[in-house]
């Protein structure tokens, strides 16, 4: 009998008996070679009496530890397989083909073979793939994947993660997330992706990385700093900027970073940043209590082509800013002729507060940005700007000859 799809969830250990693994072991077993569609396993952590004190464990998994296994049979028929588990570790067929496979998900599993069984599925039994989705993965420090049918890829909180190796034809758009994070050993990344058109970037950059053929302009590229904890686990630096410089043209670059707590720091990184040719810039600044006009301008001053140029800051509940003799306002670049903004037409700010930071930033670019047609001014909650401010948007607005747009939630 061959069926569509079929989902299985098991969130308690005594809605199946003794052993859950078990349980959906057999289940699979017995629905491998009838599911013609999408076939789903979820187990909880609650079903396999996962305690706090086994996610370390799960982290980094001892080969020689005995572990609750489940022996993922083949779906020769399925579309799509779906398996979420939480300190299972999962053993993947690497003898039979997933002849009609487009998607593969894999969450909170753990592999004690460092990834050999999961590179093989992928590269060798799967050759319609489509779609790869690896979520929070213990024990997978190498990871290869040859697929030329390959269109997406997402890797997400490996974190010990040591070599991974990506030669894809036809991949799109690719994911890496918190991956190579806390390995302790040597790192190395080789890309072979002509076709890329977006990368988004979150994590510790690879000690090497090597490439064969990459595309000569994406899409989108988003590059964005590690978070704090992550961030100390590393050794204090991601050194996400090696990143940018893989790509020579970006249609639109988005780059998440905090201003640095030290004038120096932030020196630093804006000169170790060298930022391809792009057309559109999006910028994340995450909650700091410094200014950041300066740090913008500054990249700014390595962007001559930029056409439109997008903000945010995003800031916790009870923002204190930075005192007026502060260090980072001695980054004076705010009348530096130096700065070229002759390209750029649009300014979009958004979770606009109307701070004297971000008023002094929206009033030096429609003073200085000659060909500015357009400004863009999301307001956020609570956010309460004065009519003086009005006034001076209309003035600038008047003498620059552009228009200026208001929107609140």
């Given at each position: 009998?061959?069926?569509?799809?079929?989902?299985?969830?098991?969130?308690?250990?005594?809605?199946?008996?003794?052993?859950?693994?078990?349980?959906?072991?057999?289940?699979?077993?017995?629905?491998?070679?009838?599911?013609?569609?999408?076939?789903?396993?979820?187990?909880?952590?609650?079903?396999?009496?996962?305690?706090?004190?086994?996610?370390?464990?799960?982290?980094?998994?001892?080969?020689?530890?005995?572990?609750?296994?489940?022996?993922?049979?083949?779906?020769?028929r399925a579309t799509e397989l779906?398996?979420?588990?939480?300190?299972?570790?999962?053993?993947?067929?690497?003898?039979?083909?997933?002849?009609?496979?487009?998607?593969?998900?894999?969450?909170?599993?753990?592999?004690?073979?460092?990834?050999?069984?999961?590179?093989?599925?992928?590269?060798?039994?799967?050759?319609?793939?489509?779609?790869?989705?690896?979520?929070?993965?213990?024990?997978?420090?190498?990871?290869?994947?040859?697929?030329?049918?390959?269109?997406?890829?997402?890797?997400?909180?490996?974190?010990?993660?040591?070599?991974?190796?990506?030669?894809?034809?036809?991949?799109?758009?690719?994911?890496?997330?918190?991956?190579?994070?806390?390995?302790?050993?040597?790192?190395?990344?080789?890309?072979?992706?002509?076709?890329?058109?977006?990368?988004?970037?979150q994590d510790r950059c690879p000690?090497?990385?090597?490439?064969?053929?990459?595309?000569?302009?994406?899409?989108?590229?988003?590059?964005?700093?590690?978070?704090?904890?992550?961030?100390?686990?590393?050794?204090?630096?991601?050194?996400?900027?090696?990143?940018?410089?893989?790509?020579?043209?970006?249609?639109?670059?988005?780059?998440?970073?905090?201003?640095?707590?030290?004038?120096?720091?932030?020196?630093?990184?804006?000169?170790?940043?060298?930022?391809?040719?792009?057309?559109?810039?999006?910028?994340?600044?995450?909650?700091?209590?410094?200014?950041?006009?300066?740090?913008?301008?500054?990249?700014?001053?390595?962007?001559?082509?930029?056409?439109?140029?997008?903000?945010?800051?995003?800031?916790?509940?009870?923002?204190?800013?930075?005192?007026?003799?502060?260090?980072?306002?001695?980054?004076?670049?705010?009348?530096?002729?130096?700065?070229?903004?002759?390209?750029?037409?649009?300014?979009?700010?958004?979770?606009?507060?109307?701070?004297?930071?971000?008023?002094?930033?929206?009033?030096?670019?429609?003073?200085?940005?000659?060909?500015?047609?357009?400004?863009?001014?999301?307001?956020?909650?609570?956010?309460?700007?004065?009519?003086?401010?009005?006034?001076?948007?209309?003035?600038?607005?008047?003498s620059s000859g552009c228009t200026?747009?208001?929107?609140?939630?």
């Amino acid at each position: 009998m061959v069926m569509g799809d079929l989902f299985v969830s098991v969130y308690h250990r005594d809605s199946v008996g003794d052993d859950p693994v078990s349980f959906v072991a057999t289940l699979a077993n017995l629905a491998a070679q009838r599911i013609s569609g999408r076939f789903g396993l979820y187990l909880s952590p609650a079903a396999v009496d996962l305690y706090p004190k086994e996610l370390l464990k799960n982290l980094y998994p001892d080969p020689e530890e005995e572990a609750v296994t489940l022996q993922l049979p083949c779906f020769p028929r399925a579309t799509e397989l779906s398996i979420t588990f939480m300190g299972v570790d999962l053993r993947m067929p690497t003898t039979e083909t997933f002849a009609k496979l487009t998607k593969l998900f894999i969450s909170g599993v753990r592999f004690t073979d460092g990834g050999e069984e999961i590179s093989q599925v992928v590269s060798l039994c799967c050759p319609c793939i489509e779609t790869l989705e690896l979520h929070s993965i213990s024990g997978l420090r190498m990871l290869t994947v040859l697929a030329r049918s390959l269109v997406s890829m997402v890797l997400s909180r490996i974190l010990v993660l040591e070599q991974l190796l990506v030669a894809a034809g036809n991949l799109r758009h690719m994911l890496v997330d918190r991956c190579f994070v806390l390995s302790n050993t040597r790192t190395v990344m080789f890309l072979s992706v002509p076709a890329l058109e977006q990368l988004l970037w979150q994590d510790r950059c690879p000690e090497v990385i090597q490439h064969w053929m990459l595309p000569s302009c994406l899409r989108r590229l988003v590059v964005a700093e590690l978070e704090l904890n992550y961030l100390f686990a590393a050794g204090g630096r991601s050194n996400f900027a090696r990143i940018l410089q893989l790509f020579k043209c970006v249609d639109t670059l988005r780059l998440e970073f905090p201003n640095a707590q030290d004038r120096t720091d932030q020196e630093n990184l804006i000169e170790n940043v060298n930022l391809p040719c792009h057309s559109e810039l999006e910028f994340m600044l995450n909650h700091t209590r410094h200014t950041f006009g300066p740090t913008i301008l500054n990249l700014l001053r390595k962007c001559s082509c930029v056409k439109k140029v997008t903000l945010q800051c995003s800031r916790e509940v009870g923002y204190i800013p930075c005192p007026s003799n502060c260090n980072c306002r001695q980054l004076s670049v705010w009348t530096d002729n130096a700065i070229n903004l002759d390209s750029l037409e649009w300014l979009a700010m958004f979770e606009f507060r109307a701070t004297q930071d971000e008023r002094s930033f929206i009033y030096y670019i429609m003073r200085n940005a000659k060909h500015l047609r357009k400004v863009s001014i999301l307001f956020s909650l609570g956010a309460n700007p004065t009519r003086r401010f009005f006034r001076k948007l209309c003035k600038l607005s008047t003498s620059s000859g552009c228009t200026v747009e208001c929107y609140s939630h």
